[in-house]
């Protein structure tokens, strides 16, 4: 379904990328996190481009003003919706060109992401997806999203005029996405660790996760939940943050290879590892399908 490494050779052959900071594309690049006031300023930015994530019933009360809604299934494979399908995977790369067109992405955009009605997790899957797409480079997640958007006193509005057709061209990142047999070969590589993103109660074995108790040998763990605050839905300060990941065993320079339940809540955690400066791959089949290939578990932290 996705196109993915599945080799120890795979393996070997990304371990030997070099760790590179993104080269920006863009003049004055914010970065991967962006506060309200910042877009305020640039919303009328010829080149700014906002797209919303959450219930098309919430963004057609109310959103940012000229922002692009995204429908969720535009995030996937429509594979991904099939009987015991893996439940969220990538989507075909002609689709998603196709879908970031619509929403008006130019090869000049710089793209805003935001939620509404507190789709954190949501938005940071389209973040990873933009990534995964050779966009990660222009593309900023919104601190706090709408919530914060409207606490600040910016306006909103429920009126969505016609989007004019971009032209952007992707080039997907297939080295971001890796599969069971290259978190098998993973082991106890230097320069990377595996990190779940789940509650407590599943990475301990407190509660089964499709039949299956504990976590994949030699992961970490980092709750999506422990990441933002819980009423502003602001991320937690780099420092609060930079103390959950070294507790999960990450140190400065690793690569961290996130997973959760389907692939949704660990794109949160490595917007965050992102955030401190981290490289990132996903195992996007995550513990559906690791459990399902009957792979080793192990309880406890």
């Known amino acids: 379904m996705n196109r993915r490494p599945s080799s120890s050779a795979a393996l070997l052959a990304s371990l030997a990328i070099a760790t590179l900071a993104p080269k920006t594309l863009l003049a004055q690049d914010p970065g991967i996190l962006v506060s309200v006031d910042w877009l305020a300023d640039r919303l009328e930015d010829d080149d700014v481009v906002v797209l ?5 019933e919430a963004f057609d ?3 940012i003003p000229g922002a692009a809604f995204v429908e969720r ?6 594979g991904s919706h099939s009987a015991d399908a893996l439940i969220l995977e990538l989507p075909e790369a002609d689709a998603f060109q196709e879908a970031l067109r619509s929403w008006g992405v130019t090869d000049d955009s710089r793209i805003v992401v935001t939620f509404g009605d507190e789709r954190v997790t949501q938005t940071a899957r389209l973040i990873f997806t933009l990534d995964w ?3 990660g480079d222009r593309t900023s997640y919104l601190d706090g999203g709408l919530t914060a958007w409207k606490a600040a006193g910016h306006p909103v509005t429920g009126e969505a005029p016609p989007t004019t057709a971009g032209d952007v061209t992707i080039h997907p990142r297939e080295d971001l996405v890796v599969d069971a047999e290259w978190v098998q070969a993973l082991g106890s590589t230097d320069g ?3 990190v779940d993103a789940r509650a407590p109660a599943f990475f301990d074995g407190v509660r089964e996760d499709r039949g299956v108790a504990g976590h994949i040998p030699g ?4 709750h999506w939940m422990s990441l933002v605050n819980e009423e502003t839905l602001l991320l937690h300060p ?3 943050l930079r103390g959950l990941f070294e507790a999960a065993g990450v140190r400065e320079g690793d690569t961290v290879v996130g997973y959760c339940h389907i692939g949704q809540y660990a794109t949160l955690m490595l917007l965050s590892a992102r955030l401190l400066g981290h490289d990132v791959v996903l195992y996007d089949g995550a513990f559906q399908d690791w459990a399902t290939r009957g792979l080793p578990a192990e309880s406890g932290k």
């Open 52 to 56: 919303h994530v959450g219930p098309r």
């Open 61 to 63: 009360e109310e959103h």
């Open 73 to 78: 299934d535009q995030m996937s494979h429509p």
């Open 133 to 135: 797409a050779g966009l």
């Open 192 to 194: 990377h660790q595996l």
């Open 219 to 222: 992961a970490g763990n980092v």
């Open 238 to 240: 780099v420092e609060h």
